[in-house]
């Protein structure tokens, strides 16, 4: 599968999930052009109960968000963002936006 996606980490508020990027209880995923495509329930996501032991290992989001080329959040640890970028060709974006609206037209903005 093409990674071409963006992945935004949002909290159940709708707003950008305040800590890291791998137990946001949903990611939105938007195309790049902008488009919303799709509101992605996390299974690791501290909505879900879990003691998020594998906050730190990056392999089960990607695994969860195969289409994504671009992980967006407020946070994401130092080790998880170099294993993104060196390991797997996914850039990780550390944003002080707080809605997934902003952060994407940010990003976008940032591109042109």
Same mark, same amino acid.
């Given at each position: 599968m093409e990674r071409t996606l963006? *992945?935004?980490?949002?909290?159940?508020?709708? !707003?950008?999930?305040?800590?890291?990027f791998g137990i946001a209880p949903t990611y939105f995923l938007y195309h790049p052009d902008g488009a919303l495509v799709e509101k992605r329930a996390n299974p690791y996501g501290a909505a879900a109960g879990e003691k998020h032991q594998h906050h730190d290992d990056p392999k089960l989001i990607i695994d969860l968000l195969p289409e994504c080329r671009v992980f967006i959040a407020r946070r994401m640890g130092d080790r998880s963002r170099?294993? %993104? *970028? $060196? !390991?797997?060709?996914? +850039? &990780?974006?550390? +944003?002080? $936006?707080?809605? &997934?609206? *902003? *952060?994407?037209?940010?990003? %976008?903005?940032?591109q042109s």
């Open positions: 963006i *992945a935004i980490g949002v909290a159940t508020d709708g !707003k950008l999930w305040q800590g890291h170099r294993n %993104l *970028a $060196e !390991k797997f060709g996914i +850039t &990780p974006i550390i +944003t002080t $936006e707080t809605t &997934p609206e *902003a *952060a994407i037209r940010h990003f %976008l903005g940032e």
